[in-house]
């Protein structure tokens, strides 16, 4: 098939739909989603440095979390809300290989974090005399480091690959972002070692990192059902709790889109399960452990009444 790359200078976003009056409806809906996700997850991240009580490990990885949270759900909302508020579909091929590469790394620290969130939560169940040695500050900032640089180094191989592949017609992409599923349809050379890459790269990510956690997990179990009392149990179990239903949302999702063969006509589901991934779970993440953790909700507490106590203090003659 000859190719012709000059008319990949940019994409057309199909979107989900073209009646004006919906694209209205989804950007009110997806703005007050995203504005409340940025707001969230930087009062995690707020809270996690001011209060002296959460300079823990657990809260130095919820805040890193929080921060990847953010980059990820920027990455690809402020996009769609463009689109659907202006209903250009049109976004640039530099724009789109960017959103693309921003999208799976940071998706990808997402789940090595995760795992270590997930380790963490073992070594202080399963060793705690030994958990303040087993996650100092230097460890705890290169297990960071490394869920930041290793995504890096896991990705940056496949995306300079897929560059080097011509693309051909049509320059349209079902889906309201540069997915690697809609992309890889509209390459004319040839793609299996693309694939193949892909694919070993989603199973060593998901699976691999997901295989950490539930690793841990299940000694977390087996640690928690050795305690004599149900409110000894109940309590120590508590605090990974939060963690667990993120993590469930996080890997639940996103096994359904990339490790699950996608046929044309799961399309529409597949936008809906990346509505879930890219704005539902970055949404929920703060409210699941702030409604779910006392230590956080009393921090917020004792925060509001500094707070208060300053405006006041500044109030007076």
């Given amino acids: 098939m000859k190719c012709n790359e000059t008319t990949m200078s940019e994409f057309i976003l199909q979107g989900f739909t073209d009646i004006r009056e919906l694209q209205l409806l989804l ?14 997850n930087t009062a995690i991240i707020t809270i996690s440095h001011i209060d002296h009580r959460l300079h823990t490990p657990m809260y130095f990885f919820l805040w890193n ?3 990847i ?19 250009n579909k049109k976004i640039s091929y530099l724009g789109c290989m960017l959103q693309s590469f921003l999208y799976f790394q940071l998706g990808t620290s997402e789940f090595f974090l995760l795992a270590v969130m997930s380790f963490d939560r073992y070594a202080a169940i399963c060793s705690p005399l030994h958990y303040p040695t087993i996650m100092n500050n230097r460890i705890c ?17 496949p995306s300079l690959l897929f560059l080097q592949i011509p693309m051909c017609g049509p320059n349209i992409l079902n889906h309201f972002f540069c997915d690697n599923t809609p992309l890889i ?18 199973v060593f990510s998901v699976l691999g990192s997901l295989s950490i956690t539930v690793v841990s997990y299940i000694n977390i179990i087996k640690t928690v059902l ?32 990339y490790i699950k063969p996608t046929q044309n006509s799961r399309l529409e589901l597949g936008k809906m399960v990346a509505i879930l991934n890219t704005m539902v779970s970055p949404l929920l993440n703060p409210f699941i452990y702030c409604l779910r953790n006392k230590q956080v909700q009393q921090a917020w507490k004792d925060a509001l009444v500094k707070f208060t106590a300053i405006i006041k203090g500044t109030g007076k003659p």
């Fill in 27 to 40: 950007f009110t809906i997806l703005l007050f989603s995203y504005l409340l996700t940025i707001a969230g």
């Fill in 141 to 157: 900032t290169t297990l960071v480091l490394i869920s930041w640089l290793g995504s890096f180094l896991l990705i940056i191989g």
């Fill in 226 to 257: 050795r305690i004599p009392s149900a409110t000894g149990r109940q309590k120590t179990f508590s605090t990974c709790a939060s963690h667990f239903i993120v993590v469930s949302i996080t890997y639940g999702s996103c096994i359904f889109l």
């Fill in 69 to 87: 949270e953010i980059g990820f759900t920027t990455a690809i909302v402020p996009q769609t809300l463009t689109q659907l508020a202006t209903g």
């Fill in 185 to 202: 349809k509209i390459l004319c050379g040839d793609t299996r070692l693309l694939r193949f890459l892909g694919f070993v790269t989603a």
């Fill in 65 to 67: 979390f929080s921060l």
